[in-house]
């Protein structure tokens, strides 16, 4: 039994949910995971039905599935196929660079996905950023090369 990770946006928080992840379905396949910094929501397909999708909740662990309607855009791919450490030294780093003060960022994300116009098994990463006068985001891929910063 893995202990559940509780600051999703730690090194060990972060690794700690993918391993959740791989302990409740067998792997970390799925169309998309958001992450904040103490929750997180994952979509997965539908076994039973390729035109749905089910979604979870996790804090702590993961809720029963709610199941909807497959999006048109939704590509699977590897969710864990990142470097962790990588992607939470930008997350660190992110207000910085998108030149938000830390003391008023009020929200930040991260969002896991794939991404339009990549290979099959592309995975994208966008770290989002808000403050009450705007937000911004970085958008890495899966090693954590800086492919676009949209700032606020």
Do not use: C
Not at 84 to 109: K, M, Q, S
Not at 115 to 134: H, K, M, N, Q
């Amino acid at each position: 039994m893995l202990t559940p990770p509780r600051q999703l946006h730690s090194l060990g928080g972060l690794t700690g949910l993918l391993d959740q992840m791989r302990q409740r379905f067998g792997d970390t396949m799925g169309y998309r995971l958001v992450v904040y910094p103490e929750y997180a929501n994952l979509t997965r397909p539908d076994p039973a039905e390729q035109r749905r999708e089910l979604n979870y909740h996790y804090r702590g662990g993961w809720d029963d599935a709610r199941a909807t309607p497959r999006s048109g855009d939704a590509r699977l791919v590897d969710l864990a196929a990142f470097d962790p450490a990588t992607i939470v030294g930008v997350l660190r780093g992110a207000p910085e660079t998108l030149g938000i003060a830390p003391d008023e960022v009020t929200n930040t994300y991260l969002i896991f996905d794939g991404g339009p116009g990549e290979g099959p098994d592309a995975l994208t990463i966008s770290v989002y950023v808000s403050s009450d006068f705007g937000g911004g985001y970085i958008a890495l891929a899966g090693d954590g090369t800086v492919k676009r910063i949209n700032y606020p």
